[in-house]
Each structure stands twice: as structure tokens, then as C-alpha cells.
């Protein structure tokens, strides 16, 4: 009968080379934990910071409630010379400073850059005046609730006027066209048309 002998310091070598190897997967595993816990709360603060411009851009719109244009006696009896659009926040939207609102006024003659007459901008076209209409705690000109309504006022160029203030855009004739694009300071636009009647005989202001 053949007896096998056996090593114990061999199989203490054996187990210690495995635990060895145990150990090292444990930290490789722990190390990769840590990398992808870091990435995903990365990528979590980027979502939410996307998330957030993104809902900025899609709520912080300034809504357009009325746009009316009034016959002026420099542009004539059949031009419109001025333009006043009625504004107020849209729902859910934060206050919006229509001094850091800026205007794309395109119509047949040209396209326009028009800022808020308390803005220095000298390489806008034009400017537009801030008018409350109904400002209960004297914002203006930050509409900060829903029930403000402020006045955006345009004064347009005639062919016979030169002055600075009347800068930008020329006078609206009968049946005339205009888009305005009207951004506020978070990106968001808000895009308005102004279509002038075919005929002005007879009134002095009408609806856009």
C-alpha cells in the first residue's frame, strides 16, 4: 500500500496566492465602482442642468397680448408710424426685464436690431420705448407678475423725418408686413406678425 504525502506549506502558498488574487479583484471591482459612481453623478448634474436651461428657454417667454399701430403726421396719411405691442409674462414664466429684451424686426425694406432705448448699444438698428400700462407695484420695467401689462413702443422712420430716436425700421404702409422675433434674456423667442390693412382712409389707429 502506497501512502501519498502530502506538503502543507504547499497548499499555505496556494491558499495565500488565491487570496491574494481576491483581494486584488475586490479593489479593481471597488476602484470601477467609484469611476462609473462619479461619472453617473456627473451626467446626473449635467441632466439636471440641461433639464433646467431647457425649461427656462421653454417657459421664460414674453407673451404678445395685443399689437396695435397708429397713423403718425410724418409718415403720412397712409403709413403706420408707430407700433405698440401689449406684453405680459407668459404662464409659469420668471420675471423678464424687457431692457434685456431684444428685437428682430423684419419686414420688405430689411432686417432690423431693435434694444430697449435703456440699453447702450451702438451697433443696434433701432431702439423701442418701455410704457406700464398696468404695473400695480411699479416693476417696470420687469414684468413680474401676470397681471402686469407694460407697452412695447416703436416709432418707425419716415422717407420725410431724420432723427435718431426714429432710427430702424421705415413706416408701415396700407397693407404693409412685418415679423418681429422678440428674445428674452434666457433664449427664449416669442415670434409676432404685424399685417397692416389694406385701407387706412379714415382711422388713426388699428389693430396689427
Known sequence: ???QLTNDDDRGQVGIGTLIVFIAMVLVAAIAAGVLINTAGFL????????QESQEQVTNRLQ???STGEKTGVSGDGAIGNV???TTKAPGADDIDLDEVTVQWVDETGTYNIVSDATNNANADGVFHVQPFKDNDDS???INSPDDRINMKFAL???DVASEDLAGPNALDEGATATLRITTSSG???TERLVV???LSGTTAVNL
Not at 446626473?44 to 433639464?51: I, K, R, V
Open 140 to 142: 417696470s420695467p420687469v
Open 44 to 51: 446626473q448634474s449635467s441632466a439636471e442642468q440641461t433639464g
Open 157 to 159: 422712420s419716415s422717407s
Open 64 to 66: 404678445i397680448l395685443s
Open 1 to 3: 500500500m502506497i501512502e
Open 188 to 190: 427664449t423667442a416669442t
Open 197 to 199: 390693412p389694406e385701407s
Open 84 to 86: 405698440s405691442l401689449t
